[in-house]
Protein backbone atom coordinates (compact mmCIF):
# COMPACT_ATOMS: atom_id res chain seq x y z
CA UNK A 1 0.00 0.00 0.00
CA UNK A 2 2.81 2.13 0.00
CA UNK A 3 5.57 2.29 -2.80
CA UNK A 4 8.58 4.26 -2.70
CA UNK A 5 10.55 5.13 -6.01
CA UNK A 6 13.39 7.85 -6.77
CA UNK A 7 16.25 6.08 -5.16
CA UNK A 8 19.54 5.51 -7.29
CA UNK A 9 23.30 6.28 -7.68
CA UNK A 10 24.39 9.97 -7.21
CA UNK A 11 27.38 11.66 -6.81
CA UNK A 12 28.43 13.25 -3.34
CA UNK A 13 27.17 16.44 -3.47
CA UNK A 14 23.85 15.79 -5.30
CA UNK A 15 20.32 15.48 -5.01
CA UNK A 16 17.86 12.75 -5.38
CA UNK A 17 13.67 13.54 -5.32
CA UNK A 18 12.18 10.02 -2.89
CA UNK A 19 8.56 9.68 -3.57
CA UNK A 20 6.31 7.48 -1.95
CA UNK A 21 2.94 6.31 -3.70
CA UNK A 22 -0.08 5.45 -1.07
CA UNK A 23 -2.67 3.46 -1.57
CA UNK A 24 -5.76 1.18 -0.02
CA UNK A 25 -5.84 4.51 2.91
CA UNK A 26 -7.22 7.25 3.43
CA UNK A 27 -4.03 9.15 2.92
CA UNK A 28 -5.12 12.50 4.13
CA UNK A 29 -5.39 11.02 7.78
CA UNK A 30 -2.15 9.78 8.49
CA UNK A 31 1.24 11.10 9.22
CA UNK A 32 3.81 10.34 7.08
CA UNK A 33 7.54 9.50 7.43
CA UNK A 34 10.83 8.39 5.96
CA UNK A 35 13.79 6.11 7.37
CA UNK A 36 16.77 4.72 6.34
CA UNK A 37 18.94 1.48 7.15
CA UNK A 38 22.35 1.39 6.58
CA UNK A 39 23.67 -2.02 6.15
CA UNK A 40 24.55 -3.52 9.52
CA UNK A 41 22.90 -0.66 11.39
CA UNK A 42 19.27 -0.12 12.68
CA UNK A 43 16.33 1.66 10.97
CA UNK A 44 16.53 5.22 11.76
CA UNK A 45 14.16 8.16 11.69
CA UNK A 46 14.58 10.62 8.97
CA UNK A 47 11.81 12.79 8.43
CA UNK A 48 8.01 12.77 9.62
CA UNK A 49 5.20 14.86 8.49
CA UNK A 50 2.33 15.61 10.05
CA UNK A 51 -1.32 14.78 7.72
CA UNK A 52 -2.25 18.11 7.46
CA UNK A 53 1.40 18.99 6.56
CA UNK A 54 1.55 21.49 9.57
CA UNK A 55 4.30 20.05 11.19
CA UNK A 56 7.88 18.66 10.24
CA UNK A 57 10.79 16.72 12.04
CA UNK A 58 14.27 15.90 10.83
CA UNK A 59 16.96 14.15 11.89
CA UNK A 60 19.70 16.36 13.14
CA UNK A 61 22.10 14.72 10.60
CA UNK A 62 19.68 15.90 7.65
CA UNK A 63 18.29 18.77 8.66
CA UNK A 64 19.24 22.07 6.45
CA UNK A 65 19.65 19.36 4.01
CA UNK A 66 16.76 17.35 3.01
CA UNK A 67 12.88 18.34 3.15
CA UNK A 68 9.96 16.64 3.29
CA UNK A 69 6.70 17.44 1.56
CA UNK A 70 3.16 15.72 0.90
CA UNK A 71 0.35 15.91 -1.59
CA UNK A 72 -3.14 14.83 -0.19
CA UNK A 73 -4.39 15.21 -3.38
CA UNK A 74 -1.68 12.70 -5.08
CA UNK A 75 -1.47 10.59 -1.96
CA UNK A 76 2.06 10.98 -2.25
CA UNK A 77 4.85 11.79 0.22
CA UNK A 78 8.31 13.16 -0.83
CA UNK A 79 11.88 13.85 0.47
CA UNK A 80 14.13 16.06 -1.49
CA UNK A 81 17.67 15.06 -0.63
CA UNK A 82 19.94 17.99 -1.26
CA UNK A 83 24.10 18.18 -0.69
CA UNK A 84 24.24 14.43 -0.61
CA UNK A 85 26.86 12.54 1.59
CA UNK A 86 28.68 9.23 1.50
CA UNK A 87 26.94 8.51 4.90
CA UNK A 88 23.22 9.01 3.37
CA UNK A 89 23.57 5.80 1.77
CA UNK A 90 20.66 3.22 2.82
CA UNK A 91 17.93 1.46 2.09
CA UNK A 92 14.98 4.36 2.61
CA UNK A 93 11.65 3.22 3.60
CA UNK A 94 8.34 5.40 3.92
CA UNK A 95 6.00 4.94 6.83
CA UNK A 96 1.93 5.99 7.51
CA UNK A 97 1.15 6.40 11.03
CA UNK A 98 -2.59 7.21 12.61
CA UNK A 99 -0.67 8.30 15.95
CA UNK A 100 3.04 8.88 16.14
CA UNK A 101 4.81 11.40 14.53
CA UNK A 102 8.92 12.66 14.66
CA UNK A 103 10.67 9.79 16.13
CA UNK A 104 8.40 7.80 17.63
CA UNK A 105 6.85 6.98 14.53
CA UNK A 106 5.66 3.06 14.67
CA UNK A 107 4.78 2.73 11.43
CA UNK A 108 0.78 0.93 10.42
CA UNK A 109 1.98 0.85 6.88
CA UNK A 110 5.90 0.41 5.57
CA UNK A 111 6.88 0.44 1.82
CA UNK A 112 9.41 -1.66 0.12
CA UNK A 113 12.00 0.64 0.42
CA UNK A 114 14.46 2.33 -2.13
CA UNK A 115 18.30 2.13 -2.71
CA UNK A 116 19.84 5.45 -2.28
CA UNK A 117 23.89 5.08 -3.06
CA UNK A 118 26.16 8.04 -2.51
CA UNK A 119 29.11 8.01 -4.48
CA UNK A 120 32.64 9.49 -3.28
Known amino acids: QLQASGGGLVQVGGSLRLSCAAS????????MGWFRQAPGKEREFVAT????????HYADSVKGRFTISRSNAENTVYLQMNSLKPEDTATYFCAADLIHFGPAMRGNYWGQGTQVTVSS
Open 49 to 56: ITDSAIIT
Open 24 to 31: GLTFRRYH
